[in-house]
């Protein structure tokens, strides 16, 4: 989809809802009564984002933007449309959205293809659907919406295309005839599944291997599905859809290009607030530097010289000055006829020229010096700007990195409490067993972790892993230095739980529980194996990584695993959040081969494309 389509349709809508017709081509800020629109275009070697952003100003003030990105090259442009006002309400999508949803091609979020209505999902797509749950990629929340053969399937997905009309781009539906219903829960662990004539809302990082995280995941029964009106389900799914955007922080990608689009608006205000000067790095004359006493005392010195003759004058010397008199009189007639002044001359009128000349003077003076405030000025305040900018940034970053984090916490104690049930239910089936010792038994000494609390006791003891196959390969400097970051020991206890669910991933290989990779493996992990978030582990790095600091990423293996002694790590865990400088940990599996895995680099952030 162009550009072109993009900003035609929002300029039809401008134009029909709100009045205003003005060509979006080029960056633009135009005020009218109490709406305001400034238009703003950025262009870099990724390619090209486009902000519109429409204010209007009332008894609530709406702020609409619509930016969107269009590669350079072949790849995945992006549309956001993001609304704010003073009211609590979440507002819906303007309706020019649905235009520009209809013809963008195969739009999706992560996996999840989005539609304009609910698809109805037949058996052989079982194996998609639950892809669209797990994928770790997906933003929007995903409506489920299950059946079997008791009631009229068409009744059924007629209700819930009726009920998923107002959420469109910022969640989808999808119906599971019976047969895909039946498959898909087979595939799923119950505290997952999807009840027949129910709608499940599946939230963002699915973990299907934790039952405690089915919690996360409501379910809108049959009864009230039942009950409630048709425009009571659907204002009700559209809030649910609305308020998880809202709180939903923006993707990287989205607040990358806000950052540039908010500089070009920063520079267009600067040229609204100060025009457009040729003259910016304009220097003032040094002689303006001068102290404004100066050109008076010159004056003054050249008028009182004359008075001041002394000593005799012979006849030759007073035939010179009679005729520079009357040259200097010549000259002075024409300055005058200029100044508008008479041409007799006392010592009065040659005041009243120095005086008026030293007006003038101090007059340039002042604007120029005005000149020299207004561009200190306009640097000062583009600084500002700029700052302001790069705070805005962070901040939503720091958003991101909070939501993250936020709901890492929400699966730990939910697990905390699944794990405390689990072990409660045990000891009451040894009671019914009367095995007494096992009911009140506590873990054995042996069995207790000892996790280390700095990377300096880690890298000492990374070496009991290789029992396990796992080798530390890389600079221990390196890691000791992450000390300075990680003052808790939090870091290095995070280090330390991703060696152990390598050293569980091992194993399962070893005991034929698993024949995947580690990401695959972290996706589903194994009963009574160590498992750890999908979320904190990448499996690649991206091309243009690869391609601009891919030999950071050359690290160092035995020559058992390759004669040349290196090999590229992308695979890596992300140990924690400190900035640009987050540490992470890469490593090679080499499981086909020697049955081993390496850590080649335990260190800050190597450089990204993204993060540089």
């Given amino acids: 989809m162009s550009?072109?389509?993009?900003?035609?349709?929002?300029?039809?809508?401008?134009?029909?809802?709100?009045?205003?017709?003005?060509?979006?081509?080029?960056?633009?800020?135009?005020?009218?009564?109490?709406?305001?629109?400034?238009?703003v275009h950025n262009t870099n070697r990724s390619g090209s984002s486009v902000r519109c952003r429409l204010v209007e100003s009332g008894e609530n003030t709406w702020r609409t933007d619509l930016t969107f990105f269009t590669p350079a090259r072949p790849g995945t442009g992006w549309v956001d449309v993001t609304i704010a006002s003073d009211l609590r309400s979440t507002p819906k999508p303007p309706k020019f959205f649905d235009r520009i949803a209809d013809v963008i091609n195969a739009p999706r979020d992560g996996q999840l293809p989005l539609l304009s209505t609910p698809p109805l999902i037949s058996l052989s797509r079982s194996d998609e659907v639950i892809n669209w749950i797990a994928d770790s990629s997906r933003h929007a929340l995903l409506f489920v919406a299950g059946t079997n053969d008791?009631?009229?399937?068409m009744a059924w997905q007629k209700k819930v295309q009726l009920w998923s009309r107002d959420f469109r781009g910022l969640a989808q539906a999808v119906i599971l005839d019976p047969a895909t219903t039946e498959i898909v829960n087979d595939k799923l662990a119950h505290s997952h599944q999807i009840h027949p004539w129910t709608i499940r809302t599946f939230l963002p990082g699915v973990r299907l291997d934790e039952p405690a995280d089915g919690s996360r995941h409501k379910i809108l029964g049959w009864q009230r599905l039942g009950e409630d009106t048709d425009p009571a389900i659907r204002a009700l799914l559209a809030s649910i859809a609305r308020r998880h955007a809202s709180r939903?922080?923006?993707?990287?990608?989205?607040?990358?290009?806000?950052?540039?689009?908010?500089?070009?608006?920063?520079?267009?205000?600067?040229?609204?607030?100060?025009?457009?000067?040729?003259?910016?790095?304009h220097e003032p004359d040094p002689e303006t530097t001068a102290d404004d006493s100066t050109t008076a005392d010159v004056v003054e010195t050249r008028l009182t010289t004359s008075d001041r003759a002394s000593g005799a004058i012979n006849k030759e010397e007073i035939e010179q000055l009679r005729?520079?008199?009357?040259?200097?009189?010549?000259l002075l007639a024409s300055v005058a006829g200029v100044l508008g002044l008479k041409s007799t001359w006392s010592i009065e009128?040659?005041?009243?020229?120095?005086?008026?000349?030293?007006?003038?003077?101090?007059?340039?003076l002042k604007s120029e010096r005005n000149l020299v405030i207004m561009q200190r000025s306009r640097t000062e305040l583009q600084k500002s700007l700029t700052e302001a900018d790069d705070l805005r940034e962070k901040i939503e970053l720091l958003?991101?990195?909070?939501?993250?984090?936020?709901?890492?916490?929400?699966?730990?104690?939910?697990l905390r409490i699944h794990a405390e049930e689990e072990s409660l239910w045990l000891r009451r089936k040894f009671r019914e067993l009367r095995e007494w010792d096992l009911a009140s038994a506590r873990l054995p000494a042996d069995a207790e972790?000892?996790?280390p609390d700095s990377f300096d006791?880690?890298?000492?003891?990374?070496?009991?892993?290789?029992?396990?196959?796992?080798?530390?390969?890389?600079?221990?400097?390196?890691?000791?230095k992450l000390c300075d970051l990680d003052g808790s020991g939090k870091i290095a206890r995070a280090t330390w739980e991703c060696l152990l669910v390598l050293q569980s991933y091992l194993a399962a290989r070893e005991s034929g529980n698993h024949d995947g990779n580690v990401h695959h493996y972290l996706e589903s992990t194994p009963t009574g194996y160590r498992g750890y978030s999908p979320k904190k582990h990448a499996y690649s790095e991206s091309e243009s990584t690869l391609a601009k600091f891919g030999s950071l990423r050359m690290l160092p293996v035995p020559s058992e695993c390759r004669d040349e002694g290196f090999v590229v790590m992308e695979a890596h865990f992300k140990l924690g959040k400190v900035g640009i400088r987050s540490p992470r940990m890469h490593y090679f599996d080499d499981y086909s081969g020697n049955r081993a895995i390496y850590i080649g680099y335990i260190g800050p952030h190597l450089r990204t494309v993204t993060t540089n």
């Fill in 3 to 39: 550009q072109e389509y993009i900003l035609g349709q929002l300029e039809t809508w401008l134009r029909t809802q709100k009045k205003i017709d003005l060509n979006t081509r080029s960056n633009i800020s135009f005020q009218q009564e109490n709406r305001k629109l400034v238009v």
């Fill in 150 to 153: 008791q009631l009229d399937l």
């Fill in 248 to 281: 939903r922080p923006r993707p990287i990608e989205v607040v990358r290009a806000t950052r540039d689009l908010d500089r070009v608006t920063s520079a267009l205000l600067l040229e609204q607030i100060f025009g457009t000067s040729d003259n910016q790095d």
């Fill in 323 to 330: 005729d520079l008199a009357s040259e200097q009189k010549s």
């Fill in 349 to 364: 009128d040659l005041q009243q020229v120095a005086s008026q000349l030293q007006n003038e003077r101090q007059a340039r």
């Fill in 399 to 414: 958003q991101l990195e909070l939501s993250e984090e936020e709901q890492e916490r929400q699966l730990a104690d939910l």
């Fill in 449 to 451: 972790p000892v996790i």
């Fill in 457 to 480: 006791e880690l890298v000492d003891r990374i070496g009991e892993f290789e029992s396990s196959r796992i080798f530390f390969t890389g600079s221990a400097t390196t890691t000791r």
